[in-house]
């Protein structure tokens, strides 16, 4: 069966960011890689440093890396993409004229026998009601309608404006492995053998009893982390290991 590459926190297309070049080529690596192999990508959210569709306009600098996406789907990589907190209104564009699926806000698949549970790996955590409700309201539909009227260049840099700061963001080891606590009882199933997420920005391997636990680093740092699952296992993997981080373990259950 062909391995399937996980990717998340990209975040194509920040506003001055002079990585942005870098971060593309390094990006089509990863999709030769992937192409190479036989294999598939998921990306687990956060593709985008923001993501908006508006009917007849799509933003300048996301430009290449769409055109860089639409070149591997024609080459026969199949691509999919979860919603991330920083592009959570995906569809569109990007499955009918590109041609990525977009299977939801998380995804369960069977790989080589490993029963996998995908997801960005935001609000899930109970006990954050107000991050919780903030992500209703943007995600409803009076507040995409709001938006839709207020003029690209104005809804942009709004955007890059609340999404500065949360981007740079690594959690502390003991906040996530916490998190993860009070979130996984409501995501997994007994038989599941890989759960995986991004959106911490903290490379890990934790374990919750059967299930093997991976928080993907993000590919907007300098390492370029991603993961891989084949041959019945999930290993983390870096375009330039020598700047990779020290990857954080821990057995939570």
Not at 206 to 214: A, E, N, Q, S
């Amino acid at each position: 069966m062909p391995p399937l590459y996980l990717v998340s926190d990209i975040h194509a297309g920040i506003r001055g960011d002079a990585d942005d070049a870098a971060r593309l080529a390094d990006f089509e690596i990863l999709l030769a890689q992937a192409r190479a192999a036989g294999g598939e990508l998921a990306i687990l959210g956060d593709l985008f440093d923001f993501w908006f569709e508006w009917k007849e306009v799509v933003p300048s600098r996301h430009l290449p890396w769409l055109a860089a996406l639409d070149r591997a789907v024609r080459g026969g990589l199949p691509i999919s993409v979860l919603p991330g907190n920083h592009d959570f209104k995906l569809g569109g564009l990007l499955e009918e004229r590109l041609g990525l699926r977009h299977p939801g806000d998380d995804e369960r698949r069977l790989v080589e026998g490993l029963r996998v549970v995908l997801h960005h790996g935001d609000g899930l955590d109970p006990g954050e009601r107000g991050y919780r409700l903030m992500r209703r309201v943007f995600r409803s539909g009076w507040a995409q309608w709001g938006f839709r009227w207020l003029h690209p260049d104005l809804g942009m840099r709004l955007a890059d404006w609340m999404g500065a700061g949360d981007r740079e963001r690594v959690w502390d080891g003991g906040y996530l492995a916490g998190y993860l606590r009070r979130s996984l009882p409501g995501v997994l199933r007994e038989d599941d053998d890989l759960f995986a997420m991004g959106h911490v920005h903290v490379a890990g391997r934790f374990r919750w009893g059967r299930t093997t636990v991976l928080t993907l680093p993000p590919f907007v740092a300098a390492a370029r982390g991603y993961a891989v699952v084949e041959a019945g296992a999930a290993r983390l993997e870096f375009l330039r290991p020598e700047r990779a981080p020290e990857v954080v373990e821990e057995i939570l259950r």
